[in-house]
C-alpha cells in the first residue's frame, strides 16, 4: 500500500453554495434516488410491491446459498483476524488512544446494532419458532413444549448472534483501518481502495456510496415506520392514544425531531448520553423481567439457549432447508441474512466512526462477543418470560403476538400477575423504545452526511438537519401510502450488491494487512532470534 494516492477531503466537496461541505454529485444523486424509489413507489403501491417481491422472492428462493456462504465466510474471516498476528495492530496511529471510554464505545455499539428491535422481537420472535419450526420435526419436539421453548430461544439467538454482528464488524473494521490508518476518507468507497485505487475518488466509488446511503435511509425509514407499531401498542395499551395511522405519524414525527436535534449535537454528546442512558434503562427493565417473572424458568431457558446455540451455531449455520414447498427458512434466516447485510454499510460505518484508536482484536472482541453475549442473556430471558407465562399461566402471548408482534411484550408484562406494576413498567417499556428508535436516528443521520461530506467526521449541522428530516419524512410518506411493506421488500433486495461487495472487502482487508506487515522469512527470524538472546 506504499503507492497509496490520497485526495484531501476539501477537494472532494465543494466549498460555496448549497452544497457546500458536501460532494454535489453525490448529494443531488441521492436526493434524486431518494425521490425516484419514493415517487415510483407510492404512484402505484401494489404495482411496485410486485416487482420488488419478484426480486425478494428470487433471492431468498435461489440465492439462498449465496447469502449462506457470505455469513459463514465472513463469519471465519472475523474469528481469523481475532486470534491473527494482526490483532495489536491499531485502527489508527501506533500511539493513537481512543476517543471513548470502553464503556461510551459499548454503548454506541447497541445504539447503531441493536436497539428497539431486542425488546418487541426478544418475545415475539420465540413465541413464533415456538410453534413451528423445521427443527421441531428434525428432533423429535413436540410444538408448544417446553422443549420447543427452548429451540425457539436457540434459533432466535441464531438469527441475532455470530453471523450477523461478524458482517458488522467486517464493514466497520475495514472503514476504521483505511480511515484512521490510511488517511483515506471515511466513506464506504476506502475499503475498496486495495482493488479501486485512486478510482475510488471517480464514479465507482460514487456508487458504492450511493449503496450504502440507500441502504441507510431506507433502512432507517423502514426501521421507524414499522417500529412505531409497539410504540403506538404501548400507547394504547396505557389508554393515552389510540393505535392510528394519524397518530403513528405523529410518533414518526416526534421521534424525528428528537433524533435529528441529537444527530445535530454531534456523537460525543447527544448520541453517547443518549445510548449510555438506554443502556442503563434496558438493564432495568431486564432486572424487572427477572424478578418479576418465572425466575427459575428463565435462568434455565437462557443457559440451555446460549449452550444449545454454541452447540450447533455450525450446522445451524451452513443448513440449507431443500424441503419442497417449504419457506420457512426464506421467511426467517434469509430474510435476515439479507437485512443484516442490508444493514452493514450504515452499522459499520457508524462503528468505525466510534472505534479510533482500538486494536484489530479490541475491536473484533467487543464488537462481536459482547453484543452477541447480551443478545443471549437478552432472548434467553425475555423469551424464557413469554414461554413461561404462557406455558404454566395461560397468559395468552402466543395469540397475541399471533394478532400482533409488537403487543406480545406487554401482554408477558400483563401474564406476570403484578397488576400495579403494569402501568409503570409498560410506561418504561415505551419510553425505551422511543430512545432506542432516536439513538438509531441519529446515528444513521451522521453516517448518510458523514458519506456525502467525503468523510468528513463533524459534516455541517444543516446537512444532520436535513437528512434526519428526510428520513422522517420518507418514512411517513410511505406509511400513509401504505409503502413500507414494498421498502422492507427492496431493502432486502438492496442486500444483494452489498454482499458481493462484503467478500470483495474482506478480500481487500486480507490483502492490505499482509502487505503491510509481511511475515519475517526463515532467515530474518533465526537472525532475529540470536540478536535476542
Not at 8 to 24: C, I, Q, S, Y
Not at 95 to 104: G, I, L, M, R, V
Not at 352 to 368: E, N, P, Y
Request: glycine share 12%; hydrophobic share 55%.
Amino acid at each position: 500500500m506504499s503507492d497509496i494516492v490520497k485526495v484531501p477531503p476539501e477537494d472532494l466537496v465543494d466549498k460555496t453554495g448549497l452544497f457546500a461541505g458536501m460532494n454535489k454529485f453525490m448529494g443531488i444523486a441521492s436526493m434524486v434516488m431518494i425521490l425516484g424509489f419514493v415517487g415510483f413507489t407510492i404512484m402505484d403501491v401494489e404495482y411496485s410491491s410486485a416487482v420488488f417481491s419478484v426480486g425478494k422472492d428470487f433471492i431468498i428462493g435461489t440465492l439462498d446459498w449465496f447469502y449462506v456462504l457470505v455469513v459463514n465466510v465472513v463469519l471465519f474471516f472475523v474469528f481469523w483476524l481475532l486470534v491473527s498476528r494482526f490483532g495489536d495492530v491499531r485502527l489508527g496511529k501506533d500511539d493513537e488512544e481512543p476517543d471513548f471510554s470502553t464503556f461510551s464505545w459499548i454503548c454506541m455499539l447497541f445504539s447503531a446494532g441493536l436497539g428497539s428491535g431486542l425488546i418487541y422481537w426478544g418475545v415475539a420472535e420465540p413465541m413464533y419458532h415456538i410453534a413451528d419450526n423445521p427443527y421441531l420435526a428434525q428432533e423429535g419436539i413436540k410444538p408448544g413444549s417446553v422443549d420447543a421453548a427452548a429451540m425457539a430461544i436457540q434459533i432466535t439467538n441464531f438469527h441475532w448472534g455470530l453471523h450477523g454482528w461478524a458482517l458488522y464488524v467486517l464493514v466497520g473494521l475495514s472503514l476504521a483501518y483505511f480511515a484512521y490508518r490510511k488517511d483515506l476518507p471515511l466513506t464506504l468507497r476506502s475499503a475498496f481502495y486495495p482493488i479501486l485505487k485512486e478510482k475510488i475518488y471517480g464514479p465507482w466509488g460514487h456508487l458504492i456510496d450511493l449503496i450504502g446511503v440507500f441502504g441507510t435511509i431506507f433502512g432507517l425509514a423502514t426501521s421507524l415506520g414499522l417500529g412505531v407499531t409497539p410504540i403506538a401498542a404501548g400507547l394504547e395499551n396505557l389508554g393515552w392514544m389510540s393505535n392510528t395511522t394519524t397518530n403513528q405519524l405523529i410518533l414518526v414525527a416526534i421521534i424525528t425531531v428528537l433524533g435529528t436535534a441529537s444527530a445535530a449535537s454531534g456523537v460525543g454528546k447527544g448520541v453517547r448520553i443518549l445510548s449510555e442512558m438506554n443502556v442503563f434503562a434496558s438493564i432495568g427493565l431486564l432486572i424487572l423481567f427477572v424478578i418479576l417473572g418465572p425466575t427459575a424458568f428463565m435462568i434455565g431457558m437462557t443457559i440451555t439457549g446460549a449452550g444449545d446455540y454454541l452447540w450447533n451455531v455450525i450446522p445451524m449455520g451452513f443448513w440449507i432447508d431443500n424441503e419442497p414447498g417449504r419457506q420457512w427458512q426464506s421467511w426467517w434466516t434469509i430474510f435476515y441474512w439479507g437485512w443484516w447485510i442490508a444493514w452493514c454499510p450504515f452499522v459499520g460505518l457508524f462503528i468505525a466512526r466510534v472505534s479510533k484508536g482500538r486494536t484489530i482484536r479490541q475491536f473484533c472482541f467487543c464488537v462481536l462477543l459482547v453484543p452477541v453475549s447480551v443478545v443471549v442473556l437478552w432472548m434467553g430471558m425475555f423469551g424464557g418470560a413469554a414461554a413461561g407465562v404462557d406455558l404454566f399461566y395461560s397468559a395468552g402471548v402466543a395469540e397475541a403476538v399471533k394478532a400482533d408482534y409488537a403487543s406480545g411484550v406487554f401482554q408477558t408484562v400483563a401474564g406476570f400477575g403484578y397488576g400495579w406494576l403494569v402501568v409503570p413498567i409498560t410506561i418504561l417499556i415505551t419510553i425505551l423504545l422511543v430512545s432506542w428508535f432516536v439513538t438509531s436516528s441519529d446515528s444513521g443521520t451522521l453516517v448518510m452526511c458523514t458519506m456525502l461530506s467525503m468523510g468528513d467526521e463533524h459534516p455541517p449541522v444543516k446537512f444532520r438537519i436535513f437528512w434526519g428530516v428526510t428520513s422522517g419524512v420518507v418514512a411517513g410518506v410511505l406509511m400513509l401510502a401504505g409503502g413500507l411493506a414494498a421498502l422492507q421488500t427492496a431493502s432486502i433486495v438492496a442486500g444483494l450488491p452489498i454482499a458481493i461487495l462484503l467478500l470483495l472487502m474482506g478480500y481487500g482487508m486480507a490483502k492490505t494487512l499482509h502487505d503491510d506487515f509481511p511475515v519475517l522469512e526463515v532467515e530474518d527470524k533465526r537472525e532475529l532470534e540470536f540478536l535476542n538472546r
